[in-house]
């Protein structure tokens, strides 16, 4: 319970924070912190994911690329 990150986003909650709380409950979180902390958690793993995906992609596209060009025997 010692990451500042988590311990801000509680700061800046205001009027949300019942609300959040409730939440954190009603999905089986012991505290606040602990759905917070899952919270950012998740959104890492996606970002991380969109970011491999992307990559994956551009690595497709450039094989691609490569297959196109070596392919033409005129050359």
Sequence with gaps: MNNPQILEIIENLKGRRAYEEKRASKLGFSSLYAYIEDKILKK?????????QNKIETDKAEEIKKVKK???SCC
């Excluded at 890492?44 to 491999?52: D, N």
């Design 44 to 52: 890492k793993v996606i970002e991380e994911s969109e970011v491999s």
């Design 70 to 72: 070596s392919s033409c």
